[in-house]
């Protein structure tokens, strides 16, 4: 069953170069920084379309759910947690 999620993010890779181009431009980020905020994406694309799996495989249909809510709850959450504090961390290097 991963089969198709493979396909789809191979498939969609090639959308993600201009933000990896905006990212790595940038100078309001440490190279460190950069890795971070460009495996953000994928990696919430790998979380959303693995954890309804890991669900599946340990509760049976009764853990799609759990697993689909925590994956999104943890790319939306710790995405926008991740985005603000490196951003923020940006912003008070740049006011130096």
Do not use: C, N, S
């Not at 789809?8 to 790595?24: C, M, R, S, Y």
């Not at 190279?31 to 379309?49: C, D, M, N």
């Amino acid at each position: 069953t991963q089969g198709p999620m493979v396909a789809g993010l191979a498939l969609t890779l090639w959308l993600w170069i201009p933000a990896l181009v905006l990212i790595g431009l940038t100078a309001l980020w440490t190279t460190r920084e950069k890795y971070i905020l460009a495996l953000l994406v994928p990696g919430f694309a790998l979380a959303l379309g693995l954890l309804p799996e890991i669900g599946y495989a340990v509760r049976g249909v009764d853990g799609v759910a759990p697993g689909a809510w925590t994956g999104l709850l943890l790319g939306v959450v710790g995405g926008a947690w991740l985005l603000v504090r490196l951003t923020g961390r940006g912003l008070a290097r740049a006011h130096r």
